[in-house]
């Protein structure tokens, strides 16, 4: 990153340092957890110079869902917002992995507890960002006490603010119980996600990942591993309702999202799982993914928004030009 160039956002309609955007304590979506958000990361590419977004348009375009459930009207299409993240983070001049989080959110300083009637305002902030967990080695979950928010209680279908409480009930019950993460039940008993991740179980090998009607974030990378696994590892892929104990049983576990990316489970409550190491599937998916993601596979760029009008050759590769040409 450029360090004379401060951080900006987006901000109620314009473009501020990241520091002089403020909103007041009586704002509602701070009183009750009213707004709606997304996670984008950006993949920097050493050899390119640039600066790569992941699959940002369907990150807005499911901003634009839980916007739609929150009853917001968030006025720029997709596509706009993709090209006004790029504009923040080109003008924040961030040539390394980055991370964007958009939010929508009841802006209205009021008391009363409603979703209508209220003034909804945009942000968007940019940042560098590295890893979210370790990926680099398995983790060790356990199963939650905490059951996953039903979609007729706080649906998780959309990316709400106050719903994050529930994840913040059952990662904190984990880590202080000595866990690196926790794993939601649904109400009816069945498998639904981690505390920001969705899940991916082999078992025989098929991949099997709950359903989208499991009260769970249809996640963007789960979508991507879908596809990467029939695509380029042959594995099928089922969606159906998952049992507690296939967890003990099963051949591989992963958890996967944007923030923490592919990570490997290596045991659950205790169990191992397989010999309690990275899996191969887990291994070879890491692998390609991170690929993807870089902007190294030409058939999945159009996942991939390139960020920067000019490119940054490495400083190395430029000083080794210059000497060369004396
Ligand atoms: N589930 C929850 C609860 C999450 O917060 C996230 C992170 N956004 C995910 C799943 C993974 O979703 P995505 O792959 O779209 O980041």
Redo the contacts with the bound molecule.
């Keep these: 990153m450029d360090k004379q160039l401060p951080l900006l956002c987006y901000f109620e309609g314009g473009v501020v340092p990241l520091n002089e955007a403020k909103v007041g304590i009586l704002t509602h979506a701070l009183s009750y957890g009213t707004a709606c958000f ?2 984008i990361r950006g993949y920097y590419n050493e050899k390119h110079g640039q600066l790569y977004l992941f699959r940002a348009r ?2 807005y375009e ?1 901003l634009h869902e839980s916007s739609r459930v929150l009853i917001m009207n968030l006025k720029f299409s997709p596509d706009e917002l993709v090209e006004m993240t790029c504009d923040l983070l080109r003008r924040s001049g961030i040539y390394e992995d980055a991370y964007s989080r958009p939010s929508m959110y009841k802006a209205s300083e009021v008391i009363g507890v409603r979703l209508h009637d209220l003034k909804d305002e945009l942000y968007i902030t940019v940042q560098p960002f590295g890893n979210y967990i370790d990926i680099d080695r398995p983790l060790n979950v356990g199963v939650s006490s905490w059951k996953r928010i039903d979609d007729n209680a706080m649906p ?1 279908r959309a ?1 709400i603010t106050g719903a ?1 409480v529930n ?1 913040a009930f059952a990662k904190s019950e984990a880590l202080l119980n000595g866990y690196d993460e926790a794993i939601m039940l649904d109400n009816s008993g069945h498998v639904s ?6 899940l991916f179980m082999l078992r025989n090998g098929v991949m099997h990942t709950p359903s989208v009607t499991e009260n ?9 591993i879908m596809t990467l696994l029939r695509e380029e590892l042959g594995i099928p892929v089922v969606e159906r309702t998952i049992d507690r104990t296939e967890l003990y049983v099963c051949d591989e576990l992963l958890l ?5 990316q592919i990570a490997p489970v290596g045991s659950v409550d205790h169990r191992p799982v397989g010999n309690g190491g990275v899996g191969e599937v887990a291994r070879r998916l890491q692998s390609i993914y991170f690929d993807v993601v870089r902007g190294n596979v030409p058939k999945y760029m159009h996942w991939c928004t390139p960020v920067h009008t000019e490119v940054r050759r490495p400083a190395k590769a430029e000083h080794a030009v210059a000497v060369a040409s004396k």
């Design positions: 997304e996670g369907e990150h499911r998780a990316k994050y994840s996600e981690g505390s920001a991740e969705n769970i974030l249809e996640g963007i990378t789960r979508l991507t996967c999202g944007t923030g923490a």
